[in-house]
């Protein structure tokens, strides 16, 4: 029993960092039907950048939010420098340029930083916190809350706020969100701009614990599609949902079975998704007129 329970809050823990990334492609793919494999790289971006502002003397909250904001930029960098110029293409185009621009980043930041592993201190302190028999790290329940916080604020963004509706609008038909004066570029800009803070928040949150690395984002962002895919691609309550179940698989398969088998439970997801239920647990059948 306690050792489920150890598994258990490693897995709360492991998949609400899976959910951030999760809510982070929702927030795209629901401007654009793309799906951003570069978002891996904001989560990296957001742990490196505080780590050496942070060396650098400035304070951690300081720190933090200018990763968090020079990663926004960066995405902003990623629609207008990449994306925009060939909007007209397929969606798969779309898809390995964002591939490509993962790969740029990930050397650009090994040129910039360096290839070590690094962190910074917790936010409130190393001391476990008991709970029943097993234990949880204060850093931990931030990232818990810190997933929850932003799934509340964007399912609170696209469906209580107009422009969280045009986003939607923008999703369904670029050009009827054009013909009612919807500013499609705008909207764009916007969703990567708030994807990529999400994902610095993701990594400002997570550092403390699993340290980061120029390297990071390459597992990041495959384990966050396959929590988005389970929970059903753009809606934030699958990414929430699907990143917490992805989180536990691992974590189980790692306690019960063998830790050497964990990184392949994103793997066995993604084919059993697209297998079973390519809509995902929260996801829309779609129908098309023919």
């Known amino acids: 029993m306690p050792e489920l329970m150890q598994f258990l809050l490693s897995g709360v823990t492991v998949g609400a ?34 780590v050496f502002a942070f060396d650098a003397g400035l304070q951690l909250p300081l720190a933090a939010l200018i990763a968090i904001a020079l990663t926004a930029a960066i995405g902003v960098a990623l629609n207008k420098l990449a994306i ?18 993962s790969i740029f980043i990930r050397g650009v930041t090994q040129l910039v930083f360096d290839k070590q592993l690094h962190r910074f201190p917790a936010f409130t302190g190393d001391e476990p916190i008991r709970i029943l028999a097993a234990t949880i790290l204060p850093q931990s329940l931030w990232v818990i809350a810190g997933a929850v916080v932003v799934f509340v604020a964007l399912w609170l963004f696209f469906t209580r706020t107009l422009t969280g509706k045009a986003v939607l609008a923008t999703s369904n038909n670029r050009l009827a969100a054009q013909l009612v004066g919807i500013n ?19 990594g400002v949150l ?19 599609f396959a929590a988005a895919m389970l929970g059903g691609m753009g ?7 699907g990143g917490l179940l992805l989180g536990l698989f691992e974590a ?26 390519p809509q995902g647990l929260f996801g829309r059948n779609t129908v098309n007129r023919v």
């Open 17 to 50: 960092v899976y959910a951030l990334v999760a809510l982070g492609f929702t927030i795209i793919y629901n401007a654009s039907d793309v799906v951003n494999f570069a978002q891996g790289e904001f989560v990296m971006l957001g742990g490196m950048i505080t």
């Open 84 to 101: 925009e110029p060939a909007r007209g293409a397929p969606v798969v185009s779309l898809i390995i340029i964002t591939i490509g621009a």
């Open 184 to 202: 499609t570029k705008w909207v764009m800009t916007l969703s990567f701009a708030l994807s990529a803070a999400i994902g610095a928040l993701a």
């Open 206 to 224: 997570v550092t403390p614990i699993t340290l980061t690395s120029y390297d990071l984002g390459i597992a990041l962002a495959l384990k966050g």
């Open 235 to 241: 809606n934030p309550k699958g990414a929430l949902v």
């Open 252 to 277: 189980l398969t790692a306690g019960f079975i063998s830790s050497q088998y964990k990184d392949a439970v994103a793997f066995i997801v993604i084919l059993a998704v697209l297998f079973a239920m």
